[in-house]
């Protein structure tokens, strides 16, 4: 491995790694735009500019490989003035008006013009007008006068989607990006290319404007949409809005962004999953317990009707249908609770659609398949459930509904209804067969709830909580637990997540060992996996 000195400081870098890489490994922040790890070398911003011994004129740290023996000045006279006289050529036309734009608060631009330029412009002439709130795209908008050309978009829609929608376009000081002619920004993907844009000149449309980025309470937590199990960063509004009324606190996700994964997701998610809480927003949310559906009742006396339908129907005769997107610890303690029920045939639902992309998208939109087969067994499925109740076996069926997509919850359909006589919903959302439920608890959503999922990998990773759950939704763990002790079940009287999961450690071969400092915020594989 190449030795070289940074600013006096002798340090050892990969070969083949640029002098900016090597300076980053190390913390040393050299500022750069065009650069991104996720992408080839573009080397066009110039930002990066740093003084090599021996070479006759300043050299661009992220097109230079290291050497070994290399001295490089990353602040010296030299370099401070170039890199001034770069920000002043990026504000020629760049506007100057970072009070009302979306990227405030999180600008390069912002932050390079207060830490490397002069704080004063040259340029007397009027700036150039160019178009603004150009439409790229489903998701994406365009701002050309804040373009700093810096071909992160471009490179992203060539190198990863390979679907090559934008591109540079005219030339000089009228040079602008946008679409090719017929091709709309419009690829799986195309939200990546606003995490990239590094001042506010693509915006997401979901996004924009709808508040200030320090407003956010970011959260690391992962994905729920597919198989995949990206890390994502969930943005929740902090914003008060009204200080008179309930709910005074704006505590909606606002944003998903990914959250760097090099197992898992790299740099990127795709837009279905960047914009799945939406559905978290527009579906009716179950907030109070009902018995049956349209009528409140007390949380205990929801939590006893549910022990005693389950407690009193026939022996084999409960069926129970559950999400394959429930954390594993809310799967664990339904299981528990079936055991100790005796009898009950259970089945998760599989959730398939689409294909396999070969980026990142899963066709099994079931978050936690894997932790499923894991804790319930590989026989656990909707159809043998279905079957069980068409034959006239089961009457009365529990199901555990989705806590990301509504539309995804099971649903009976009419000759299912005139078999079941029961049906006891627990779930976030008043969909599928909430409809015909005698008693509905309502459960914390995906964002709301912590917990742990499994990827196809078969990665366990941690979901955190994001915000409180709405109404006296409680996490599905929870429910368990208080209708076993209902039921007069031996199930312990877990207080937390982590309990649950000490729990599975000590009974699901998978999980053996684990705790939550293992697991850690980047996920771990299965330690009880037969290799």
Known sequence: MPKLTIDGKEVE????????????????????????????????CRMCLVEMEKAPKLVISCATEVADGMA?????????????????????????????????????LQDYAVEHG????????????????????????????????????????????RTGELGFFQRGDHTVIGTVPGKPLQNAYSGN??????????????????????????TPSVCAGCARG??????????????????????????????????????????????????????????RPQAPRGTRVEWEDAVTRAATLLRNAAPGAVGAILSPRLTSEDLYAWSSLFAALGAVR???????????????????????SAGVRWILGPDATTPGVVSAIARGEVTTLLVVGDPLDPADTFSLDAAARSRVKTVIFVGAFLSGAAEAAS????????????????NFEGRIQRVLRCHLPRGEARPGWKIASEVAAACGAGLPHWASAEEVLRSMAATVKEYRGLDLQAVSLLGVGAPGRAA
């Open 118 to 161: 002069t704080g004063v412009s040259r340029f007397l002439e009027p700036k150039l007008t160019l178009s603004k709130a150009v439409d790229l795209g489903p998701h994406v908008m365009l701002d050309q006068e804040r373009c700093i050309q810096c071909s992160r978009c471009i490179r992203f829609c060539d190198e990863v989607t």
């Open 439 to 454: 008693v509905l608890l309502p459960s914390a959503a995906w964002s709301e709830e912590e917990g742990t999922l499994v």
């Open 230 to 287: 990206c890390n994502v960063i969930v943005g929740v509004g902090q914003q008060q809005v009204l200080m008179t009324t309930e709910g005074q606190l704006d505590d909606r996700i606002k944003r998903v962004v990914p959250r760097f994964n090099e197992a898992v997701n790299g740099h990127w998610i795709c837009d279905e999953g960047r914009l799945s809480y939406e559905r978290l927003h527009a579906a009716p949310r179950l907030d």
């Open 13 to 44: 870098a990969k070969a083949g790694n640029t002098v900016l890489q090597a300076a980053l490994a190390q913390g040393l922040e050299i500022p750069h735009y065009c650069y991104h790890p996720g992408l080839s070398i573009a080397g066009n």
């Open 72 to 108: 490089i000045a990353t602040d010296s006279e030299r370099v401070r003035t170039a890199r001034a006289a770069m920000m002043e050529f990026f504000l020629i036309n760049h506007p100057l008006d970072c009070p009302i734009c979306d990227q405030a608060g999180e600008c390069r």
């Open 193 to 218: 290319v606003v995490d990239l844009c590094p001042v506010g000149a693509l915006t997401l449309k979901e996004f924009r404007f709808q508040t200030r980025v320090w407003y956010l309470k970011n």
């Open 346 to 368: 259970i089945g998760a639902q599989t959730i398939v659609r689409g294909e396999d992309d070969g980026i990142l998208l899963r066709a099994d939109k079931g978050a936690n």
